[in-house]
C-alpha cells in the first residue's frame, strides 16, 4: 500500500519487491526462526489424516490442483473482461490519464496485488504436500525471474500465454538440468532476450499470426 501510494513503479518497484523478498530468505533460512533453516519443513507424511504417499490422496491433489487452475483462470478472466479489466489496462497504459478521470489507480492496484498473493498462497498449499518438502530457497529471486520468462514466452497481456510458458520452461528446465546444469541459468537468461527481442508477443502470438489468412 505505501509503495502504490508513493506512486513506485516499474523496476523501482521489481526491485523493491526482489530486495524484501531476499531479505525474507535471508531471514528464513536462520535457525533461530525456528522454521528449519536450510532443510525447511520436511517429512510431510499426513494431510488431513490421510498418507500422502497413498495414490488416492495423490490423485486428490492433482485433481485439486486442476481445479485451482482452472477456476483462477476463470476469475480472471471475468476480472479482465469486465469494466475492472478495463480499467487495469488504462492503469498500466496511462495511470495519469485515468487520475485526471477521476479514478485512484491504489486501489486497484492494490486488490490485484493482493489477489495474486492470494493465488500464490493457495498454490504453494498445493505444492507443499506434493513435493513433501520446502525450504527457504523457493524464495530466492530465480524463482521470480522463471515466472517473468513464463509469461514471456507464452505471451504478455493473455491468461494461457504463462500458462503455455510455464510448460514449455519447466520441460527445458527438467531436461536442461539434468544433461547439463551449470548452463542452466545462463540459457533462461539467453531465452529472456531472445524471446524480448524477436518474440514480444510470446507463443501466442506467433500462434495468431500463423493462423491469420
Given at each position: 500500500f505505501f509503495a502504490f501510494r508513493?506512486?513506485?513503479k516499474g523496476v523501482y518497484?521489481?526491485?523493491m519487491t526482489q530486495a524484501l523478498t531476499f531479505a525474507g530468505m535471508l531471514l528464513f533460512f536462520?535457525?533461530?526462526?525456528?522454521?528449519g533453516g536450510n532443510n525447511g519443513f520436511?517429512?510431510?507424511?499426513?494431510?488431513?489424516?490421510?498418507?500422502i504417499a497413498a495414490p488416492g490422496t495423490r490423485a486428490m491433489l492433482f485433481l485439486l490442483t486442476v481445479g485451482l487452475l482452472l477456476a483462477s483462470l476463470?476469475?480472471?478472466?471475468?476480472?479482465?473482461?469486465?469494466k475492472f479489466g478495463r480499467l487495469l489496462t488504462a492503469v498500466r497504459d496511462g495511470e495519469n490519464r485515468l487520475m485526471f478521470c477521476g479514478y485512484d489507480p491504489r486501489g486497484f492496484k492494490l486488490l490485484v496485488w493482493v489477489l495474486s498473493a492470494v493465488l500464490c498462497g493457495l498454490a504453494g498449499a498445493l505444492y507443499v504436500?506434493?513435493?513433501g518438502i520446502i525450504n527457504p530457497s523457493e524464495m530466492s529471486p530465480t524463482n521470480s525471474i522463471e515466472a517473468a520468462v513464463w509469461v514471456?514466452?507464452?505471451g504478455r497481456g493473455t491468461l494461457i500465454g504463462p500458462l503455455l510458458g510455464a510448460g514449455l520452461v519447466n520441460g527445458m528446465k527438467s531436461w536442461f538440468t539434468v544433461a547439463f546444469p551449470e548452463y542452466w541459468l545462463f540459457f533462461l537468461g539467453a531465452l529472456f532476450i531472445l524471446v524480448t527481442l524477436y518474440l514480444p508477443k510470446g507463443v501466442v502470438g506467433l500462434l495468431k499470426k500463423?493462423?491469420?489468412p
Open positions: 508513493s506512486r513506485i518497484f521489481s526491485i536462520r535457525n533461530e526462526t525456528g522454521f520436511t517429512n510431510f507424511r499426513t494431510i488431513l489424516g490421510f498418507d476463470y476469475l480472471c478472466w471475468r476480472l479482465t473482461t469486465s504436500p506434493q513435493v514471456a514466452l507464452g500463423r493462423s491469420q
